[in-house]
């Protein structure tokens, strides 16, 4: 335990100090802003089935009318992470905001309301063409794809081999995305197939920018937290203090060597909300 509070452990860099202090300081100014699977929500083998911690939605309550705003970034469409979170209609949650499929789609809880972007056109050709790649290279076993709307996605965790799969699938993937104009966004044995141009860190940072924050936390679990980790070290360069968390750090080493701060799993990191919101209002 650090010397913040009983209730938060000390980031383990300088710049993870500055950013925590920044948003205990001024916590009206700050935005704190969270990945959902693996971060919010435990990993499961069927991602239909992924649902937020159980304390997750009164960490959040408690936690988001003390800050500037909470957002949910994520790669899943914004009404199912507002689904799978249970983020609609909770007291204190009144301005929550979800920037699913990576900033193009958001949901505010004002409004309840999803407002999205044009879909890729590439996204129906692959969705089309992927069944038969897979047959094709005989990856049927133990894998399957998830449609998610403005992007698809093969996973392989259920594969005989997860990690010899998704190595065998990751080539041909991006090129299969390639010929349409999009990109492969690799993660925990999952290669989504996504637009290029729109990822977390571009979402993180327009928000940042929206909201006028003067200090932000972000907190993810994968690969694709990677960019949200580059728009927080970018702001903290242009002056704007952050704190980066890692929710976990066996499968992901690359996010865990990058953060401030690694907590254990979504366990962890509503732990932390938890934590932060008790100091907030202590010092307050």
Known sequence: MGSYSDALPEPATAAGRD????VLDRPGDSVVALDFDGTLADIVPDPEQARAHPEAVPALAELAPLVASVAVVTG???GVAVRYGGFAGVAGLEHLVVLGHYGAERWDAVSGTVHAQPEHPGVAAVRAELPGLLDAM???QGTWIEEKGRAVAVHTRRAEDPQAAFEALRGPIADLAARHGLIVEPGRLVLEVRPPGIDKGIALAEYVRETKAAAVVYAGDDLGDLA????????RSDGVPG??????S??????AERADLLLPGPAGVVGF???LAATIKRRG
């Not at 950013?19 to 920044?22: E, K, P, Q, Y």
């Not at 704190?243 to 976990?248: K, R």
């Open 273 to 275: 909300l938890a934590g």
């Open 138 to 140: 005989g990856a049927w």
């Open 228 to 235: 949200a980790f580059a728009a927080v070290d970018k702001l």
């Open 76 to 78: 899943r469409p914004a």
């Open 250 to 255: 066996s499968e992901v080493p690359e996010l």
């Open 243 to 248: 704190l980066l968390l890692c929710s976990g």
């Open 19 to 22: 950013g925590l202090t920044a």
